[in-house]
């Protein structure tokens, strides 16, 4: 089994920036994808980032090319997601999810998910 933490949300003004953490604890692997989604209410989720267990390969959501930056730490079992410039339309909560193999898209190809951190993007 794997667990799955997500840290790092908050209230920040339009324009500023966070750094989310999500660390993953129990039978996890290097190899593993991992993935930040997010939820606006009323919306489904959707998929922000990506990155492979190696690191070299990552995926955005053209909603936020340019603005975020995923990266992992596998030492640490860690990936982060800088997020600059930020929108209010950035406002959701955040979710961080593990897939065992390669990096997708698809919310729908994650086997491990973790609770959440909520982002509030004022204007």
């Known amino acids: 089994q794997v667990q799955v933490v997500e840290s790092g949300g908050g209230l920040v003004q339009a324009g500023g920036s966070l750094r989310l953490s999500c660390a993953a604890s129990?039978?996890?692997?290097?190899?593993?994808?991992m993935g930040w989604f997010r939820q606006a209410p009323g919306k489904e989720r959707e998929f922000v980032a990506g990155?492979?267990?190696?690191?070299?390969?990552?995926l955005y959501a053209d909603s936020v090319k340019g603005r975020f930056t995923i990266s992992r730490d596998n030492a640490k079992n860690t990936v982060y997601l800088q997020m600059d410039s930020l929108k209010p339309e950035d406002t959701a909560t955040y979710y961080c999810?593990?897939?065992?193999?390669?990096?997708?898209?698809?919310?729908?190809?994650?086997?491990?998910w973790g609770q959440g951190t909520q982002v509030t993007v004022s204007s």
């Open positions: 999810a593990v897939r065992i193999g390669m990096v997708r898209s698809s919310r729908y190809e994650y086997d491990y």
């Open positions: 129990g039978r996890i692997f290097s190899s593993y994808a």
């Open positions: 990155i492979s267990g190696s690191g070299h390969s990552t």
